[in-house]
């Protein structure tokens, strides 16, 4: 069997892996952002996770980037690759890459993305600080959560967030980190950690938090004990 003829096995058989796990994937975004996303980290799961999941590099993170910026788009990291720009370096797997957005670009993100081959799975509200989120995907499994966000805030009673978890975006909010060696926006680490109160913690959750506090020397959010 010629070395062709190998290739397009191997490339049926992941596209059919790939079909057989799709059903799953809606199922696994759920329990992701629930209060049981700890189940994910149990060995059955943790083996369907990562098959489901690939995980993304800094290198996918630096093309997300630059599809957003050439399609106007301005963005800034937020989540876990938000964290590891902050201190410069990768601290953990990343099975997405979470980039917050301006909501008057939403149109223009979603465009610029699907042009390089990122589909729309999933909507989702959230009773967090950056509820409205949008999952996407590419056929090399790549996972982009995108958050739009209300500049400088959402207007009174447009979205479900508690009066609490409301937020100002200001000068201060958005800074630069590195990733992959580049230059990057992302929150700023007094951000990252307010964004990580007042929610039932995950292990992900607790790595970044401890992450940002013994780099930068600040208080962990109340429940980070």
Not at 58 to 83: I, K, M, N, Q, S
Not at 122 to 143: F, Q, S
Request: charged share 25%; net charge positive; aromatic share 6%.
């Amino acid at each position: 069997m010629g070395t062709d003829a190998r290739k397009r096995i191997r490339s049926a058989v992941r596209d059919l892996r790939v079909a057989a796990l799709k059903p799953l994937e809606p199922v696994y975004r759920r329990l992701k952002h629930s209060p049981v996303s700890g189940v994910l980290r149990l060995p059955p799961l943790l083996w369907l996770r990562r098959r489901l999941v690939p995980g993304m590099s800094a290198t996918d993170v630096l093309d997300v980037l630059d599809t957003l910026e050439r399609g106007g788009v301005p963005c800034w990291l937020v989540g876990g690759w938000g964290v590891d720009a902050l201190v410069g370096r990768q601290t953990r797997r990343h099975p997405d890459v979470d980039v917050a957005i301006d909501r008057r670009f939403l149109a223009s993100a979603l465009s610029a993305l699907a042009a390089t081959g990122f589909q729309t799975v999933h909507h989702d509200l959230l009773p967090a600080w950056m509820p409205r989120l949008i999952i996407l995907r590419d056929a090399r499994r790549r996972w982009v959560e995108l958050m739009p966000v209300d500049l400088p805030e959402p207007p009174p009673g447009e979205d479900g967030r508690p009066e609490s978890m409301r937020f100002r975006y200001d000068d201060d909010s958005i800074t630069t980190g590195t990733v992959g060696g580049r230059s990057v926006r992302c929150l700023a680490a007094p951000v990252q950690l307010l964004f990580h109160s007042k929610y039932a913690p995950r292990a992900n959750d607790r790595h970044d938090v401890r992450v940002l506090t013994e780099r930068f020397r600040l208080p962990a959010p109340a429940g980070y004990s």
